[in-house]
């Protein structure tokens, strides 16, 4: 069955800037998780969505945001880029059922250079 | 606070020798584990999972050991081939709101094989 799909895989953007990236989920995981990747930090959470709604928020500004739509498929939107958001952001989906979440499967990434 | 730490920053191993990587973490309440493989370039790469009611779990050529006294972490893959030579990190599954949760990464172990 086909992966998690992440576009585009690379961006390049301007300072003040803001840039949206999609994440389309392994079909059947409604769960989509997303995460920020650098080598001084390592790999961070953002945000969880599930059905629509955001569950989870990691420790990020409110620059950051993302949505769900009713197809699992989810976007993220970074406004007012900084340089410091030159990253690899990653998107997980997962299958979510009562007792947790399970199967984490990461697409390739997108890679956001901020210059 | 959220902790998940690899005790070896790099590991360098000969082809079909056995190689383990340590991970440590600090939440007690984490009741789901997995070790991902990333090579250059890619996202995460799903290797094994194991939940907290289970000390070891095998898969192809590699074994997750968990101890939950010392809260400690392990992955064994057996005759480690130069395919393997990537990056191993280990997430832990915590942090639960509203039925979900997010994982919390180690810094990473570079694993190189040597042909």
């Known amino acids: 069955k086909a992966g998690v799909t992440q576009t585009p895989r690379y961006l390049i953007k301007t300072r003040g800037q803001q840039v949206t990236l999609s994440c389309s989920p392994i079909s059947g995981h409604r769960s989509v998780s997303w995460y920020q990747q650098t080598p001084g930090q390592g790999l961070q959470f953002l945000f969880e969505?599930?059905?629509?709604?955001?569950?989870n928020k990691g420790n990020f500004p409110g620059r950051f945001s993302g949505r769900q739509f009713s197809n699992s498929r989810s976007e993220m939107n970074v406004s007012t880029l900084e340089l410091g958001d030159s990253a690899l952001y990653l998107c997980a989906s997962s299958v979510s059922v009562g007792s947790g979440s399970y199967g984490y499967t990461f697409g390739s990434g997108t890679r956001l250079t901020v210059v | 606070g959220e902790s998940v730490g690899l005790h070896l920053p790099t590991l360098s191993v000969q082809e079909g020798d056995n190689s383990i990587i340590n991970c440590a973490y600090s939440n007690s309440a984490s009741d789901y584990f997995i070790w991902y493989k990333q090579e250059s370039g890619k996202g995460p790469q799903f290797i094994i999972d194991?939940?907290?009611?289970?000390d070891k779990r095998q898969g192809q050529r590699v074994t997750v050991l968990l101890n939950k006294t010392v809260k400690h972490l392990s992955l064994q893959i057996a005759a480690t081939q130069p395919g393997d030579s990537a990056v191993y990190f280990c997430?832990?599954?915590?942090?639960?709101?509203?039925?979900?949760?997010?994982?919390?990464f180690g810094k990473g172990t570079k694993l190189t094989v040597n042909p």
């Open positions: 194991i939940r907290s009611n289970m």
């Open positions: 997430a832990e599954n915590m942090d639960r709101q509203g039925g979900s949760e997010k994982l919390v």
């Open positions: 969505y599930f059905s629509e709604t955001q569950r």
